[in-house]
């Protein structure tokens, strides 16, 4: 089992960045599917972005271009680099892990962190 924390969430302005840390514990995160999700205020919890156990990656097409996800085995951390922010992209962002495979839905996976506020002003 897995525990993961997330940190870096803050406030930036429009067109700005900030990049995003999922540290885990108990497990290594090289042994699972990493991604990121993010929540709007009333709004579904969305996919962001996805690092494979083999490194392969793949993001939701609203972010492609602009975020970066990454994962330092190192330090047991996985990472999202967020640039060209959007005031819509005001979101608590949750780090998540599964055992294996690609996949894009919420409901597959197993272990969340408690999330992270992000909030992009105009």
């Known amino acids: 089992q897995v525990q993961l924390t997330e940190s870096g969430g803050g406030l930036v302005q429009s067109g700005g960045s900030l990049r995003l840390s999922c540290a885990a514990s108990?497990?290594?995160?090289?042994?699972?599917?990493m991604a990121w999700f993010r929540q709007a205020p009333g709004k579904e919890r969305e996919f962001v972005a996805l690092?494979?156990?083999?490194?392969?990656?793949y993001y939701a097409d609203s972010v492609k271009g602009r975020f970066t996800i990454s994962r330092d085995n190192a330090k047991n951390t996985v990472y999202l680099e967020m640039n060209s922010l959007k005031p819509e992209e005001t979101a608590v962002y949750y780090c998540a892990a599964r055992l294996s495979g690609v996949v894009f839905s919420k409901d597959f996976y197993n272990y969340w962190g408690q999330g992270t506020q992000v909030t992009v002003s105009s």
């Open positions: 690092i494979t156990q083999s490194d392969r990656t």
């Open positions: 108990g497990r290594t995160v090289s042994s699972y599917a």
